[in-house]
């Protein structure tokens, strides 16, 4: 009998390799239907997984990841490494301006019911959002930002909503007193409202993100990675019906083309450049931020290798 593989974290947790894939696959199986080049690429992603074991822990050193937009593997491995970058950036960020506070804005737009709609409605909120931050009153107060887009689809009629996330650091002036500084949330809807151009009030929410003394940035962190989150759920295109799933995957392959879902600004953009941490969309999804060991290290420990095994769904070791 072949040894089913497991992988688990330090804390005992058994990372979803089982699960992503069977995903991956679906996915690769939708794309094939609607005739998309990449289909086939897609399925092998992820096929076959070698890792170097050192003591309890295994240490992925080599795959191949297919990096499409959609791909739940991918998307699971970006997120470990947005999540990793944003430890670092925060860490940094608050080490250079203790003072700084952040705010965590979510705005959004009305739902849309079509790819060529929803295209339209993302590049306007990359627009808006690029306003919206050099407004006078905005601008005096922000340090810096991390912007990303999510992307829901409505169980109900199929509409989807686009909206942004943003981490936002400002200067300890912005909540002092009764300043003119401060900005209420009436007055970012109509911020808000203002740079979309639109004739509707849109729903703005936004609060300060404390510090929890005792655990240092981690409430930050758990900010962050709220803003910086998998644009796309998989749960949203891999539901019991799969005409619906064709039909959104179409949709959002077509709307997401050309698109960024994160992107920094400010002092936080600089510090990302001068910690010299490569861009996630385009980057190595192998080496995600978690635990580093020496070549010597990994060239000593014990090779494990996992296989994908399409008609069991499921790695086992080889």
């Known amino acids: 009998m072949s040894q089913i593989f497991e992988d688990k ?3 005992g947790r058994v990372r979803p390799w089982k699960e992503r894939k069977i995903e991956n696959v679906r996915y690769a199986e939708y794309l094939s239907i609607l ?19 050192i003591g309890e822990h295994l240490k992925l ?21 947005n999540s990793s970058q944003l430890k670092q950036i925060i860490a940094e960020t608050v080490a250079r301006e203790p003072k700084g506070r952040f705010l965590f804005l979510t705005l959004t737009v009305k739902n ?3 790819a060529e709609e ?35 689809v409505n169980g109900k009629d199929s509409s989807y909503n686009q909206h942004l996330h943003v981490l936002l650091l400002v200067k300890s002036s912005y909540f002092t007193g009764n300043s003119i500084n401060y900005i209420k949330q009436e007055e970012w809807t109509k911020l808000w409202q203002k740079a979309l151009k639109v004739d509707y009030e849109p729903v703005v929410h936004v609060q300060a993100v ?12 758990a900010s962050a990675e709220e803003t910086a989150k998998y644009e796309v759920k998989s749960a ?27 992107s920094y600004g400010g002092l936080l953009k600089q510090i990302k450049q001068d910690l010299k941490l490569e861009d996630v969309e385009n980057g190595d999804l192998i080496h995600v931020g978690d635990e580093e060991y020496s070549k010597e290290e990994m060239e000593a420990a014990e090779e494990i290798v996992a296989k994908w ?10």
């Open 118 to 152: 929803l295209r339209v409605s993302l590049r306007a909120l990359t627009k808006a959002f690029g306003k919206l931050t050099r407004y006078k009153k905005v601008a005096k107060n922000l340090l810096g930002y991390l912007r990303s887009t999510e992307i829901t």
């Open 61 to 81: 050193y080599q795959t191949w990841f297919c990096k499409k937009r959609l791909c739940p593997l991918c998307n699971w491995r970006k997120s470990m490494k």
């Open 236 to 262: 949203d295109y891999m539901t019991a019906d799969d005409e619906r799933n064709l039909a959104v995957i179409k949709d959002l392959e077509f709307a997401l083309a050309g698109t960024r879902q994160i």
């Open 309 to 318: 095994d399409f008609n069991r769904q499921n790695y086992f070791v080889w």
């Open 9 to 11: 974290t330090q804390n």
């Open 35 to 53: 005739e998309f080049k990449r289909a086939h690429d897609v399925r092998g992603c992820g096929e076959v997984l070698r890792f170097r074991k």
């Open 210 to 221: 404390k510090a929890n003394q005792r655990k240092g940035t981690d409430s930050l962190q």
């Open 112 to 114: 849309v019911y079509s």
